[in-house]
């Protein structure tokens, strides 16, 4: 596979209605890249819709936009999301092989989630995560200028869900800044899919000594041990949701700093200071 194959660019025009599936588990072939061990895609859900569903794998649903109504393990919510720079996640864990359906019921013209899914032999426990148990994260504060100040929104991880296969969390990278700074890398697969504030925002993905420009809708694949790192253009926010497939018997529970770059870390050391004034 060709490090370019990981960027994959035919969304940015947007999705139509119903399911788009961008990654396939277990489907290796030159639009997809290799196999990150994880079904993703986009659910676009229109007015009227209701979607009851029972699947045979472990499937989280984070919704992006829009108002629902959620039937889950006998329970009524109603979770709404109007931007997801400004709105914390709400997201739907579900267990696989499931006796009871979840039920979708929208509230509003349209409703988009994004959707993962993988295989998972154990039981896992089904829950409506909201935004009332999920703590943004402001990473990066008091760093090298504020230049990687953003946004970490966790929704698990392998210490609050070892049950799961999956780790999953946002980033709101803030205009002309970095995240997932300083580079790290760890061996299991990850995605990452991205929205702008506005259409024709951009930024840049690093994959190792490769970078990549990356617009609306874009998606990319991070493989085994590649150093990654964001950048979102001057003047667009950048979001993207991050998704990690535990490997068997090796778990994702953190990540490894490049090294070149880990004096980042000390809040005392900001780097170089300009002293250099305009005449």
Not at 211 to 229: C, E, P, R, Y
Request: glycine share 8%.
């Amino acid at each position: 596979m060709k490090l370019e194959d990981s960027v994959i660019t035919r969304h940015r025009e947007g999705f139509s209605g119903g399911y788009t599936a961008i990654t396939r588990e277990g489907e290796i072939d030159p639009e997809h890249g290799f196999d990150t061990g994880i079904d993703f895609g986009i659910y676009r859900q229109v007015e009227g819709e209701i979607i009851e569903e029972t699947h045979p794998k472990e499937s989280v649903w984070v919704l992006m936009n829009g108002k629902v109504e959620v039937l889950l393990n006998g329970k009524t919510h109603v979770i709404e999301r109007e931007s997801i720079f400004d709105d914390p996640p709400s997201a739907i864990h579900l267990q696989p092989n499931s006796t009871t359906p979840v039920r979708l019921n929208p509230l509003t013209d349209e409703v988009e989630w994004a959707v993962a899914r993988t295989t998972n032999h154990r039981p896992v426990r089904s829950h409506l995560y909201t935004p009332r148990e999920l703590e943004p994260e402001y990473r990066g504060e008091g760093l090298v200028q504020g230049a990687c100040l953003r946004n970490v929104r966790l929704i698990f991880d392998y210490e609050t869900r070892k049950d799961s296969n999956l780790v999953i969390g946002e980033v709101v990278n803030y205009p002309g800044k970095w995240s997932s700074y300083p580079p790290h890398h760890h061996q299991q697969p990850e995605i990452y899919h991205y929205r702008f504030t506005m259409p024709q925002g951009y930024g840049h993905a690093e994959l190792g000594d490769r970078v990549f420009k990356v617009k609306q809708n874009d998606t990319v694949l991070i493989s085994d041990g590649l150093d990654h790192a964001q950048v979102s253009a001057p003047g667009y926010g950048m979001y993207y949701l991050w998704i990690i497939r535990h490997l068997p018997d090796n778990p994702y529970t953190g990540f490894t700093f490049t090294a070149d770059h880990e004096w980042t870390l000390n809040p005392e050391n900001q780097g170089w200071h300009s002293t250099h004034k305009l005449e």
